[in-house]
């Protein structure tokens, strides 16, 4: 009986491995279905873009509209992740992240990069470029390519320029119609030489504080004012919490995209291609719709706001570019002779006050 038991698990046994051996042999033999969404994760390319305005704004419409391409000419084999809103880094955190690799890619306002390369202050100037069509001149000519290969250091590729627009003033102190109205009062800037110095000559206090801090600031009344362009006080609703605005052209503001060097150079050839022929693309998109986009939101911020704006005539920025232009003396030697010269032609070309 146990002989028999004995033989009857043998047959059972060798049955189930029979059945398991063809088994797998056919499976071998075809192609089982494939989730096409994993279909080369493992090759995948992602990028962390980093920035730290909101979505609405030109340099966020950018960074959105970059990804998408990128998505699209790579068929998914590249991912661009924007993390907006400072969602990741300060932006006084963000350009040593890149240089570190912790991100890939940001776009941080030209003024930031004084300290990788004090050349950049020439686009801090006050009145440096009076029209859009200079604007671009400088960022997608010499002065912008000379700026561009300043920064090949540290770990960082400059890739292009991106526009936000002129900056205008904003105050609970108004309405700043001259220079000397702003006597007295503490202004939120960019940490920048050039931007103190030109406040200190209209007899403000300018401090240096991080973007996102701002409004809390505004509200509370550690802060009198800010500069800043239409763009950004619409996104932020600075107009909530100050009473003037005064709209002065007197600055401009952009951004240098970047991207780290070690991570561009593991790039394959087709890459490469890809993420600079979308960075054209948008760039192109950019400097034409940032400009558009500020005169829609300062419409806004008339529908939507009390805000009282005072535009400054030809002949009141005239009397503002005066009293700055000891700012263009101060920095010459910093910024580099051959470089200031060239700005200059630029603002006698497109309309020097």
């Known amino acids: 009986m146990k002989s028999f038991l004995s033989i009857a698990l ?14 797998h042999t056919k499976l071998s033999e075809v192609t089982l279905p494939f989730d096409d969404d994993q279909n080369g994760i493992n090759d ?32 998914g084999r590249i991912k661009v992740e924007v993390i907006p809103n400072g969602g990741l880094y300060s932006d006084q955190e963000e350009l040593e992240a890149l240089k570190r690799g912790d991100v890939q890619m940001i776009a941080p306002a030209t003024t930031k990069l004084r300290t990788v390369s004090p050349k950049f202050q020439v686009l801090d100037l006050p009145y440096a470029m009076p029209n859009h069509e200079s604007i671009i001149e400088a960022l ?16 960082m590729r400059g890739l292009t ?58 509200e509370s009344g550690e802060l009198n004012g800010e500069e ?12 909530d919490v100050q009473s003037h605005l005064t709209f002065s052209n007197h600055g401009f503001l952009g951004y240098a995209v970047i991207m780290n060097e070690d991570f561009w150079k593991k ?8 993420l600079s022929e979308s960075m054209k693309e948008t760039t192109e998109w950019n400097q034409t719709h940032s400009f558009e986009m500020n005169k829609e939101q300062l419409r806004l911020i008339e529908k939507q706001s009390g805000i009282e704006i005072n535009t400054l005539t030809d002949q009141e920025r005239k009397i503002w570019s005066d009293q700055w232009e000891p700012v263009w003396k101060e920095f010459e030697e910093e910024i580099g002779t051959e470089l200031m010269k060239k700005m200059k032609q630029l603002r006698a070309k497109h309309g020097d006050f």
């Not at 030489?193 to 973007?211: H, M, R, S, T, Y």
């Open 228 to 239: 800043n362009t239409i763009s950004n006080i619409y996104s932020k609703k600075f107009f």
């Open 10 to 23: 043998l047959l059972i046994a060798g049955l189930a491995v029979s059945i398991w051996i063809g088994f």
């Open 161 to 218: 320029f991106w526009t936000n627009g002129f900056k205008q003033i904003t105050t609970n102190d108004g309405p700043i119609k001259k220079p000397s109205d702003l006597k007295g009062q503490t202004l939120r800037i960019m940490p920048s030489p050039v931007l103190e110095k030109q406040f200190q000559l209209a007899g403000a206090k300018a401090v240096g504080l991080d973007f996102n801090e701002t409004y809390k600031l505004l």
């Open 140 to 155: 997608n000519g010499d002065i912008g390519k000379t700026l561009l290969r300043s920064i090949e250091k540290d770990n």
């Open 44 to 75: 995948q390319v992602v990028i962390k873009f980093s920035h730290v305005v909101a979505e609405n704004t030109p340099k966020g419409l950018a960074a959105q509209r970059f990804a998408k391409l990128v998505d699209e000419k790579s068929n």
């Open 267 to 274: 790039l394959s050839k087709d890459e490469r291609e890809i």
